[in-house]
């Protein structure tokens, strides 16, 4: 039996509150919404019940804001891809903020499975007003557990539509992209953190936040296995491959929290999910 879940979420301000009005239809939904930070921020757990994705299953998730909304969507564990028979396993979310909207979509890792046929779609549309800051940290199989990726494949797409694109098919079995010194060089988790805003932000702007991201970098572990880049004048992003999960997971959380007080002036507050 396959899945095809729907959630959409439509965050609005409301007698000064930011509020998530959301629909959800199959095993997928919403577990609360919480207010660490006050009434201008609503944080939001995304919860899956059946706890992955096998072939032929389907997340789809609509997120809307506008006026001076401000949504935080996590979730409580990682979004496991299984062993596919031959269908794909799709996740896909399309983001759009109007207005002054503002949206931190941070879920935790995307792990997939040996022999798993998966794809993981995002498409952000923004404003000229609104702002938008997330990550993608994938995982490729258990190495911990002995656990190798070493059959199937994994579809990355990630679009903010006429501004940029990334997309790429990682093929197990493709050893010079999966080991070669030009590929992963057998890392098997990768990442990325990427700040976008509906119009060009200004060069001082940009420029701040790419040292104090280097600055970050420069004390950790990872500093040699991590870039951070303006692609255009309405995108930051940093990429990171590492080992495992959890030092590309601290580099991001990291970069995330002095980037959140450079470009909004808010402390780091962290959804209270990651250490439980």
């Given at each position: 039996?396959?899945?095809?879940?729907?959630?959409?979420?439509?965050?609005?301000?409301?007698?000064?509150?930011?509020?998530?009005?959301?629909?959800?239809?199959?095993?997928?939904?919403?577990?609360?919404?919480?207010?660490?930070?006050?009434?201008?921020?609503?944080?939001?757990?995304?919860?899956?019940?059946?706890?992955?994705?096998?072939?032929?299953?389907?997340?789809?998730?609509?997120?809307?804001?506008?006026?001076?909304?401000?949504?935080?969507?996590?979730?409580?564990?990682?979004?496991?891809?299984?062993?596919?028979?031959?269908?794909?396993?799709?996740?896909?979310?399309?983001?759009?903020?109007?207005?002054?909207?503002?949206?931190?979509?941070?879920?935790?890792?995307?792990?997939?499975?040996?022999?798993?046929?998966?794809?993981?779609?995002?498409?952000?549309?923004?404003?000229?007003?609104?702002?938008?800051?997330?990550?993608?940290?994938?995982?490729?199989?258990?190495?911990?557990?002995?656990?190798?990726?070493?059959?199937?494949?994994?579809?990355?797409?990630?679009?903010?539509?006429?501004?940029?694109?990334?997309?790429?098919?990682?093929?197990?079995?493709?050893?010079?992209?999966?080991?070669?010194?030009?590929?992963?060089a057998g890392r098997r988790c990768l990442a990325s953190l990427f700040f976008?805003?509906?119009?060009?932000?200004?060069?001082?702007?940009?420029?701040?936040?790419?040292?104090?991201?280097?600055?970050?970098?420069?004390?950790?572990?990872?500093?040699?296995?991590?870039?951070?880049?303006?692609?255009?004048?309405?995108?930051?992003?940093?990429?990171?491959?590492?080992?495992?999960?959890?030092?590309?997971?601290?580099?991001?959380?990291?970069?995330?929290?002095?980037?959140?007080?450079?470009?909004?002036?808010?402390?780091?507050?962290?959804?209270?999910?990651?250490?439980?």
């Amino acid at each position: 039996m396959t899945w095809h879940a729907q959630l959409d979420i439509d965050y609005q301000v409301e007698s000064d509150r930011t509020v998530a009005r959301y629909r959800h239809n199959g095993p997928l939904r919403v577990l609360q919404s919480l207010y660490p930070e006050g009434d201008a921020i609503c944080h939001n757990v995304l919860v899956h019940p059946p706890g992955g994705l096998v072939g032929g299953d389907t997340l789809e998730m609509t997120i809307a804001a506008s006026g001076t909304a401000h949504g935080l969507i996590t979730t409580p564990g990682a979004t496991r891809f299984y062993r596919s028979l031959g269908e794909s396993a799709v996740q896909r979310a399309s983001i759009t903020l109007h207005d002054q909207a503002r949206l931190e979509w941070l879920p935790q890792e995307a792990i997939c499975h040996n022999a798993c046929l998966a794809e993981n779609h995002l498409r952000i549309a923004l404003g000229p007003e609104a702002e938008f800051m997330g990550w993608d940290i994938t995982a490729l199989g258990l190495p911990s557990a002995q656990l190798p990726f070493d059959a199937g494949h994994f579809l990355q797409h990630i679009e903010v539509p006429g501004i940029w694109l990334e997309r790429g098919l990682l093929q197990a079995t493709d050893h010079c992209l999966m080991n070669g010194p030009l590929g992963l060089a057998g890392r098997r988790c990768l990442a990325s953190l990427f700040f976008v805003s509906g119009s060009p932000l200004a060069r001082e702007r940009r420029a701040q936040a790419l040292e104090l991201a280097r600055q970050v970098m420069t004390n950790h572990a990872l500093q040699h296995m991590a870039g951070v880049t303006c692609p255009n004048e309405q995108v930051m992003v940093l990429r990171v491959l590492a080992p495992l999960v959890e030092p590309a997971t601290d580099l991001l959380r990291q970069v995330w929290q002095v980037w959140r007080r450079h470009f909004w002036q808010l402390p780091a507050a962290m959804p209270r999910i990651w250490s439980t």
